[in-house]
Structures are given as C-alpha cells and as structure tokens.
C-alpha cells in the first residue's frame, strides 16, 4: 500500500460509526468483505481495549467485484450504539467465508436469515465516505489513520503503542 499520497487531512471523524470516546481519534476505511479489514478487526480488538481512543469506522463501499459483496453486508451493521455496532461486524466477520461467495441478492437474504440482522441506514453516509476516501487518496482497505499516521492491518502491537500513547 502506497501510503505516501494520501491526504490524511482530507478525513473527518463525523462520518462513519463512533466507538467510544477517547483522545486519539482513530479513522478506520474498511469493507467487510476485505479478509485484511477482517484481520485488523480481530487483531485489533484486544489492542485496543485499554486504549483512550474514539474508533471512526468507515464502511468504505468499493466498485471492486471482489468486495462488493461486501457493499451490501455494510447494510445490514446495527447502528444503534457501540456493542450492537461491534456485535454485528463481527457477526459479519465471522461468516465471512459462508457468504463470501454468494451472488449479491442472496447476501442480503444471508445477512436476514442466517445471521438475524435487519437493514439500517448505511445509504445515508455511503456516499459520504466514498467521496471522503476519494479526496483523500484512499484506495485500499483497510486504510487507518490516527493523527499523521497511516498504516494497514500489518502494524505491530508495539508500533499501534506507540503511537497511541
């Protein structure tokens, strides 16, 4: 990942999904179709338990055919407060590879039935954080951004320490 052209003062930390309330703010494009954006979900959730941050997740829909798919799950994420956000992601996650593969309608009907989560108001900030990614250079998920730093699901322990101290 090239790093060295995005404009990381092109982000914002209104749109997309606020996880808790810290000093650091933690700006986080992913698509849930991304293995890597499920990587950085999972590694990062025990990194990031003590820390003092507020997590902006950014349901990033791409026009890749690959993530696609994932497009349509970012739908079906509950937006009504910081587990159940946290809860179905990782719902989603999880049955990455039941769904991964699943033509675009039946991911939806997957989301419903099989993992009992009802459609939410992603259309309303979409565009927003397609266009938000755009300004910024942002091609790839994950794309995280705290501060002036940029990095991907590959970021040691140690380093992501660092930096949130």
């Known amino acids: 990942m ?11 930390a209104k749109n997309g999904l606020v996880i ?38 950014k349901l990033f829909d791409k026009e890749k055919p690959s993530l696609q798919r994932g497009n349509v799950m970012h739908r079906f994420v509950d937006t009504t407060n910081e587990s159940t956000i946290l809860a179905s992601i990782q719902k989603i996650f999880d049955t990455q ?45 994950p794309t995280i951004i705290v501060e002036e730093h940029i990095f991907d699901e590959s970021i040691s322990e140690a380093e992501l320490k660092e930096i949130l101290k």
């Open 2 to 12: 090239d790093i060295s052209v995005i404009k990381a003062e092109q982000t914002n």
């Open 20 to 57: 808790g309330n810290g000093k650091h703010i933690m700006k986080e494009f992913m698509n849930l179709r991304c293995p890597y954006c499920r990587q950085w979900f999972n590694e990062s959730k025990a990194l990031l338990a003590d820390a003092d941050v507020t997590r902006v997740i």
């Open 97 to 141: 590879e039941e769904w991964g593969n699943l033509e675009l309608d039946e991911v939806a009907t997957f989301a419903k039935e099989k993992l009992g989560l009802s459609e939410n108001n992603h259309s309303t900030y979409s565009q927003l954080i397609v266009d938000e990614a755009n300004a910024a250079n942002i091609q790839f998920v």
